[in-house]
């Protein structure tokens, strides 16, 4: 499967973007799902997690501020995020999981500005 990922782009802080994450098959294959990002200098963190088809997981950092849902029809995953920090900015990737199948999108990248 093939993940393109989009919706990043460059937006002051207290705002909000939403990314979105196609699937090139089904996503309906893959319970677990998930958003990571990568900040300059840092290593890659995870943002938002669906396990299993139905555990929701999120980093400490943006919990209350982001939503990750799936839409297993449209085979899109998305994340919502509002309430945006110069500290979100980052190259966000999301990735599919089945078994040992792990599958990452090339990323976008969002930039919060002050």
């Known amino acids: 499967v093939q993940l393109q990922a989009c919706g990043g782009g460059m937006v002051q802080a207290g705002g909000s973007l939403t990314l979105s994450c196609a699937a090139s098959g089904s996503m309906h294959s893959f319970p677990s799902v998930a958003w990571y990002r990568q900040a300059p200098g840092k290593q890659r963190e995870l943002v938002a997690s669906i396990i299993s088809a139905k555990i929701i997981n999120y980093g400490d950092s943006v919990k209350g501020r982001f939503i990750i849902s799936r839409d297993d029809a449209k085979n899109t995953l998305d994340l919502q995020m509002s309430s945006l920090t110069p500290e979100d900015t980052a190259i966000y990737y999301c990735?599919?999981?089945?078994?040992?199948?792990?599958?990452w999108g090339q990323g976008t990248l969002v930039t919060v500005s002050s």
């Open positions: 990735n599919v999981q089945r078994g040992d199948s792990l599958y």
